[in-house]
Structure formats: C-alpha cells, structure tokens
C-alpha cells in the first residue's frame, strides 16, 4: 500500500488539494484521506474509491498484477487444503458481489495477522 500513500501524496501536492478536498471527490471522510496519507491501509471500498480517483487498478496498487510466483503459490495452496479452497471461493464470491462489509474483512485480516505473528 506504500504506493497508494505515494501516488495520493503526490497527486495531492500537484493539484494543491486538502485532505477534505480528496475526501469530497472521492466520497470518503477526510480523517480517512489524511491516515491513506501517512500510509494507513484503507478498507477495500476505500482503496476502490481512491484508486478510481487516481486512475489505476487497484490490484497495480496492492502489487497483485503480473505476480505470477504468489498466484501459483495460492493455487498450489488452495489444490492442497480442498476446505481453504471452499472457503476461499465463497469469500471472493462475497467479495465480488460486495456483499461484504469492509469491516469484516479488516477484522478477519487482524485476527489471521494476530494467530500468525504478521504485523500489518
């Protein structure tokens, strides 16, 4: 998400738009604007919302495009634990439909972070 924080801060400072400025034109309040900024990482409908403001995929932002190694590395995962696999796919079906809510999915990646020792 570093490059999210990059890309709003130069695009804020170009434009010389506030952090309540963004936050109108991305429809998102402006504290969330302002933690995006210092490189907080924003909920999935945030990070959709700012990207469409800034005019890139969202996935070029998370650094999922072209990273073919990660890609076979979950498939090879999910081939291998067939209930992560089930799991998985009604999630990313939830995910697609937006039926969701982002903070569900920011509390579900916390807990997995916590039991796995990963800080965030």
């Known amino acids: ?18 952090t309540r400025q963004v936050a109108k034109q991305v429809g998102v309040s402006h504290t969330t604007i302002a933690r995006v900024a210092q490189g907080y990482q924003p909920d999935f409908r945030t990070l959709k919302a700012l990207c469409s403001w800034l005019g890139v995929s969202p996935d070029a932002v ?3 495009v072209g990273d073919e190694n990660l890609e076979k590395r ?13 799991v998985f ?28 020792g990963i800080n965030r």
Do not use: T
């Open 1 to 18: 998400m570093n490059l999210l924080k990059v890309m709003l801060n130069k695009r804020m400072a170009k434009e010389k738009l506030s």
């Open 74 to 86: 979950i498939a090879s995962l999910l081939s291998q634990y067939p209930q992560l696999k089930e």
């Open 62 to 64: 998370v650094g999922m």
């Open 89 to 116: 796919e009604k999630v990313v079906e939830k995910i697609e439909r937006e039926e969701v809510e982002p903070h569900i999915l920011e509390d579900v990646l916390g807990y997995i972070s916590y039991r796995l």
